[in-house]
């Protein structure tokens, strides 16, 4: 089987990683698979994975007329079987494309917190939480769970002292550990700030704080990093900007903070997890609180902020028995339903069953103008908005408003 797979971005971050990985491990079991993208430091993950990587025309706009040409010429060019686009912008740019014109078929994965209207809905959708599988009334094709998945031996305990070695970090430092970018979408941001200032009063007790990740957030977490450091006399966080592999930070960490796939890393090194969210939620993974986090996700929304982080802390740092009890169930958990061999099995069964189970051609036809239609509608509410043609957008997984050609 020959398969196309379309990131929305190349830079760093969870959506665009499990693209490539999962790229990676369906052509391990022997099928053709070659990753569409625009230009960005992940290319170099791409190509190190043995993947071939052909640059798609235009970042973050969607749809062109130019993206979904080049998209329709090179599925022809290369006879592709099954295009795999991970959220709503190449799903769209695929939709008017090549599924429209060639009938080709369409998967669509979605693991933000949300499925924009905008995605198709006779194909295909994969998302990352039951929450948004119980959510999906209204579409005719199939909503299916793919729980993030992990690359188990990649990610796994183990060298934690050349990690801390790596980082500047004492074997004796308690190290908290954040990676993911530094964007305010879903509350990252304002989360990475508030645990800088948690660090801070935690500081005495010997706890350092590595975060490693990059976006326009960077200057900000720097300059808050810079302040403690300086009050302290001693670097107490460590910022490492956009780490493209970023296992030391993991490997060094007593305990881990986190949400969605970066969570799940985590606890693959064998780490205590708490959850990061958006606005002020932070909440210890154990076994209270897992049923939550498999249900809805690696996420959450409201809470007390830094009260909430450091009540989820405490214990860890005062236990290190409860860090192993809790690093050691977290790791099981995640071989048992996250790991990225599981996953690809699941995927390339997903493949066939697109190819043999598609839409009628006036059932896809219909689809894809009804797609076009809430494109438009869209487009016109974001210009009475006032906010342009092409607003920033870091995360292009959030949210369909984020991105406009």
């Avoid at 996420?299 to 009890?325: I, K, T």
């Avoid at 066939?352 to 016109?380: F, H, M, S, W, Y």
Wanted: hydrophobic share 45%.
């Amino acid at each position: 089987m020959r398969v196309l797979v379309c990131p929305a971005m190349m830079e760093i971050g969870g959506s665009q990683l499990n693209a490539i990985e999962l790229a990676a491990a369906v052509r391990d079991l022997g099928h053709e698979v070659v990753v569409y993208g625009p230009p960005g430091v992940l290319v170099e993950r791409v190509l190190a994975s043995g993947l071939e990587h052909v640059v798609a025309p235009r970042e973050n706009a969607w749809p062109t007329r130019a993206g979904t040409a080049a998209l329709r010429r090179l599925v022809r060019d290369r006879a592709i079987d099954v295009v795999h686009a991970y959220e709503w912008g190449p799903a769209v740019d695929a939709a008017l494309g090549p599924h429209l014109v060639a009938g080709v078929p369409l998967v669509v994965t979605v693991l933000s917190m949300s499925v924009p209207d905008v995605v198709p809905r006779e194909v295909p959708l994969v998302v990352g939480t039951a929450d948004l599988v119980a959510g999906s009334a209204g579409r005719r094709g199939p909503t299916l769970l793919m729980e993030p998945p992990i690359d188990t031996r990649r990610n796994a305990p183990g060298a934690e002292a050349q990690a801390r070695a790596a980082l500047g970090l004492q074997p004796d430092d308690v190290v908290l550990a954040v990676v993911g970018r530094l964007v305010d979408d879903l509350g990252k941001l304002p989360g990475v700030l508030d645990a800088i200032a948690v660090v801070d009063q935690l500081a005495d007790r010997g706890v350092r704080l590595v975060v490693a990740g990059g976006g326009p957030g960077l200057t900000a977490v720097r300059q808050a990093a810079e302040e403690v450091n300086e009050r302290r006399g001693r670097r107490v966080v460590v910022v490492t900007g956009p780490l493209l592999d970023p296992r030391d930070a993991y490997a060094a960490a007593d305990v881990v903070l986190g949400m969605g796939s970066s969570a799940l890393k985590g606890m693959a090194f064998g780490k205590p997890l708490v959850v990061q969210g958006a606005e002020g939620f932070w909440r210890r993974m154990d076994p209270t609180t897992v049923d939550e986090f498999l249900a809805q996700g690696w996420w959450g929304v409201g809470g007390r902020g830094r009260s909430d982080l450091l009540d989820a802390l405490l214990p860890l740092l005062d236990d290190d028995g409860l860090r192993a009890r809790l690093g050691a169930e977290g790791r099981a958990l995640v071989q048992e339903r996250f790991s990225l061999e599981r996953a690809s099995r699941w995927l390339v069964d997903l493949y066939e069953r697109a190819v043999d189970e598609q839409p009628t051609t006036t059932r896809r036809i219909a689809d894809v103008i009804a797609t076009a239609g809430r494109v438009a509608r869209l487009k016109l509410a974001l210009a009475r908005d006032g906010l342009g043609q092409r607003p920033a957008a870091e995360d292009a997984g959030s949210t369909a408003a984020q991105v406009v050609a």
